[in-house]
């Protein structure tokens, strides 16, 4: 088995055909290629926009009916209880139709030692032959497609609300590093930036990348959460805790829009008190998340008030006179979308390294 560079001519995956099926002399076994993550970012840095807009689409072939999307399946391990390994399958019809799994883990111990909590890989299926015919490094796409969905949704809610001049983020990751990314890519900025995060290190380190690509916000490192909730327009949760943890309804008197990205931040008591969009509301609605346990709380959905496909159709209105809360659980067909636009964008410039006989027993009968 070997790999051949990338070629001279462009040698494009052939699109999937619509309507009838292919006749038996058009299938073939596509070729394989691997994606390694320094080609995904070569491909979507500066691309924040575009991004966003790929994300939008798959959100609404989502709400259309047009995806598979079945629920996540967790790896856990006794002896590991804060770690996992996530698998998310899906389909995504529309021009980028594909079929594919993203296999994600989180170790969060992998923090102590200097190396980011998640690594992921992104299989790419030829929705006629089923055949794979990519392997992506997908921490990059994933980080990207969360972001773009931060992005969008910070861009929506905020329609008819004052210019929000200061952003929060709780939590300084790598999440955190790609929400602040694209808000700045899709026309964002700030006059002030409040970080919080447990880890006073991870805090200093955030705050050192927003002095050095944020020239326009002041930075300002808030010891608990409260000041920085109580005094940003846009509030962003990106942590790894896995129960609630803020639980004052009282300190989003300011009616904030708040990027609920991680999941488990919010007390119920505070979604009751907001108005709640999700990406996905059977999806959203599991594994423990803050949703999942107000619904648990109230026996019923009544406080999630639509999805962000519903707000950008119009079929949802978002008032500006209330806190408003974006809990997404992550959709793999976002990460199908982003993943299936690199390739293509690769393709079409003839740089996919290809895996010549990945395949092998390509004969019926030998």
């Given at each position: 088995?070997?790999?051949?560079?990338?070629?001279?001519?462009?040698?494009?995956?052939?699109?999937?055909?619509?309507?009838?099926?292919?006749?038996?002399?058009?299938?073939?076994?596509?070729?394989?290629?691997?994606?390694?993550?320094?080609?995904?970012?070569?491909?979507?840095?500066?691309?924040?926009?575009?991004?966003?807009?790929?994300?939008?689409?798959?959100?609404?072939?989502?709400?259309?009916?047009?995806?598979?999307?079945?629920?996540?399946?967790?790896?856990?391990?006794?002896?590991?209880?804060?770690?996992?390994?996530?698998?998310?399958?899906?389909?995504?019809?529309?021009?980028?139709?594909?079929?594919?799994?993203?296999?994600?883990?989180?170790?969060?111990?992998?923090?102590?030692?200097?190396?980011?909590?998640?690594?992921?890989?992104?299989?790419?299926?030829?929705?006629?032959?089923?055949?794979?015919?990519?392997?992506?490094?997908?921490?990059?796409?994933?980080?990207?497609?969360?972001?773009?969905?931060?992005?969008?949704?910070?861009?929506?809610?905020?329609?008819?609300?004052?210019?929000?001049?200061?952003?929060?983020?709780?939590?300084?990751?790598?999440?955190?590093?790609?929400?602040?990314?694209?808000?700045?890519?899709?026309?964002?900025?700030?006059?002030?930036?409040?970080?919080?995060?447990?880890?006073?290190?991870?805090?200093?380190?955030?705050?050192?990348?927003?002095?050095?690509?944020?020239?326009?916000?002041?930075?300002?490192?808030?010891?608990?959460?409260?000041?920085?909730?109580?005094?940003?327009?846009?509030?962003?949760?990106?942590?790894?805790?896995?129960?609630?943890?803020?639980?004052?309804?009282?300190?989003?008197?300011?009616?904030?829009?708040?990027?609920?990205?991680?999941?488990?931040?919010?007390?119920?008591?505070?979604?009751?008190?907001?108005?709640?969009?999700?990406?996905?509301?059977?999806?959203?609605?599991?594994?423990?998340?803050?949703?999942?346990?107000?619904?648990?709380?109230?026996?019923?959905?009544?406080?999630?008030?639509?999805?962000?496909?519903?707000?950008?159709?119009?079929?949802?209105?978002?008032?500006?006179?209330?806190?408003?809360?974006?809990?997404?659980?992550?959709?793999?067909?976002?990460?199908?979308?982003?993943?299936?636009?690199?390739?293509?964008?690769?393709?079409?410039?003839?740089?996919?390294?290809?895996?010549?006989?990945?395949?092998?027993?390509?004969?019926?009968y030998g």
């Amino acid at each position: 088995m070997t790999v051949t560079q990338p070629q001279s001519q462009p040698q494009p995956h052939p699109q999937p055909l619509s309507g009838p099926a292919r006749s038996p002399e058009d299938i073939r076994v596509p070729p394989f290629a691997v994606v390694p993550g320094r080609q995904v970012r070569q491909v979507l840095d500066g691309r924040e926009s575009t991004v966003t807009d790929v994300v939008e689409a798959a959100y609404q072939l989502h709400a259309a009916g047009r995806t598979v999307n079945p629920a996540s399946t967790f790896l856990r391990f006794p002896d590991r209880p804060a770690s996992r390994i996530i698998a998310l399958p899906a389909s995504l019809s529309g021009d980028a139709h594909v079929d594919g799994l993203k296999w994600i883990s989180s170790f969060p111990a992998n923090i102590t030692a200097g190396i980011p909590r998640a690594s992921a890989v992104l299989i790419l299926n030829d929705p006629v032959t089923g055949y794979p015919f990519a392997c992506m490094e997908s921490s990059v796409i994933s980080a990207a497609r969360t972001a773009a969905s931060a992005a969008s949704a910070a861009g929506r809610l905020s329609r008819g609300r004052p210019r929000a001049s200061r952003v929060g983020f709780i939590g300084t990751g790598l999440i955190a590093r790609y929400i602040h990314t694209y808000l700045r890519g899709t026309g964002w900025s700030f006059d002030h930036i409040g970080v919080h995060d447990r880890s006073a290190d991870s805090a200093a380190g955030f705050r050192l990348y927003l002095e050095q690509t944020d020239r326009d916000g002041r930075v300002t490192v808030h010891s608990d959460p409260e000041q920085l909730i109580r005094t940003s327009d846009v509030v962003v949760f990106a942590t790894v805790a896995s129960t609630p943890h803020i639980t004052e309804p009282a300190w989003f008197d300011h009616h904030p829009v708040v990027l609920h990205i991680s999941l488990r931040d919010l007390d119920p008591r505070i979604l009751l008190s907001a108005t709640n969009i999700v990406d996905d509301a059977d999806h959203c609605l599991r594994a423990q998340t803050s949703p999942h346990l107000t619904e648990q709380l109230t026996g019923n959905r009544d406080f999630v008030h639509g999805t962000l496909a519903d707000v950008m159709s119009g079929r949802v209105s978002v008032p500006t006179d209330r806190t408003v809360i974006f809990s997404p659980f992550g959709l793999g067909v976002l990460d199908l979308a982003v993943g299936k636009y690199v390739y293509d964008r690769l393709a079409r410039a003839g740089e996919l390294s290809i895996v010549e006989d990945f395949f092998d027993e390509l004969g019926r009968y030998g």
